[in-house]
């Protein structure tokens, strides 16, 4: 395979995308966002163990293997706690926009840090894909309260958090396997499940049809796997590529499919943003392996 960067980061798309549209078709008002993170946590278990079994059951245990693979998780778990509360307490509307330019630090960060260099199709891409991300997550007349700065400082925290993870998690596939990473990831996650719990609203907690967990976790599983395929494609790929395709792939691929099985007719914004993001997309794909090395 020429450009297995390109395999994995289409395969986060598909399985983001999925997820996000059947998220977006089974989410109910009674069932906390909390819950729904303490389910998926326990999904990472099953690609986690698949990974590791690949590799003949080995883990880097040394501490700079620790630290750096507890960073990433910690990274993309606390930042999905900030982003709950954040949608709490502010818009959406706003604060999507704002998370969905975190690929911004993991470019900036992997010029200047890791040296990574794209040619003139791969900028031109990176430049459209970024344009797209805010297009997706944008929607009007969101009802959020935007009293108090509050949410806009989450919005920011969960942005820098997002951008750093996937730095990270580049510089790391240079010193320790991916199914190691994955695994500080899935560890992190379940260890955060006790801080899900005490953000959860109780009476909502008290209300929960357990008998809708298979349904969940099904769902769930899929942004697992995908988070594990990202790991792969930023071991073979360039984090400044992979960000931003990943990034604006997977909201097109959740618009596509919404406007398919909710019958969503989507406004000119996001029209515009499913456009942007084929054209980002291709141009990824078609930049010369040779503009992907290091300079």
Same mark, same amino acid.
């Given at each position: 395979m020429q450009k297995p960067w390109l395999f994995f980061a289409l395969a986060v798309t598909i399985m983001w995308g999925l997820w996000g549209a059947l998220t977006a078709m089974l989410l109910k008002d009674d069932i906390s966002s909390t819950i729904i993170y303490a389910i998926w946590a326990f999904t990472m278990i099953i690609p986690c163990l698949v990974a590791l079994k690949l590799v003949g059951w080995k883990l880097e245990t040394d501490k700079r293997s620790v630290v750096l693979g507890c960073t990433i998780g910690l990274l993309g778990s606390g930042g999905q706690m900030l982003l709950f509360h954040a949608v709490d307490t502010g818009p959406a509307y706003l604060i999507f926009p704002i998370v969905s330019l975190s690929p911004l630090i993991t470019i900036v960060l992997s010029y200047l840090l890791?040296?990574?260099?794209?040619?003139?199709?791969g900028t031109a891409g990176i430049v459209l894909a970024l344009v797209t991300l805010p297009l997706f997550e944008y929607s009007e007349g969101d009802s959020a309260s935007m009293q108090g700065l509050v949410w806009f400082v989450l919005a920011l925290a969960v942005m820098a958090a997002w951008g750093l993870q996937a730095y990270f998690m580049k510089l790391s #596939? #240079?010193?320790?396997s991916a199914e190691s990473i994955f695994f500080y990831m899935t560890i992190t996650a379940l260890m955060l499940i006790p801080v899900a719990y005490f953000m959860t609203d109780k009476q909502l907690l008290n209300s929960f049809d357990f008998s809708e967990?298979?349904? &969940? %976790? %099904?769902?769930? &599983?899929?942004?697992? &796997?995908?988070a594990l395929c990202l790991v792969y494609a930023f071991r073979y790929g360039k984090a400044m590529v992979v960000s931003p395709l990943t990034n604006a792939g997977a909201p097109l691929i959740s618009s596509v499919l919404s406007i398919i099985l909710l019958g969503i007719i989507p406004g000119d914004l996001k029209i515009l943003g499913i456009a942007l993001a084929v054209i980002a997309a291709i141009l990824l794909a078609i930049e010369p392996e040779e503009s992907n090395h290091k300079v």
């Open positions: 890791l040296k990574e260099r794209t040619g003139k199709l #596939n #240079n010193h320790m967990v298979p349904s &969940i %976790a %099904a769902v769930q &599983i899929l942004n697992s &796997i995908g």
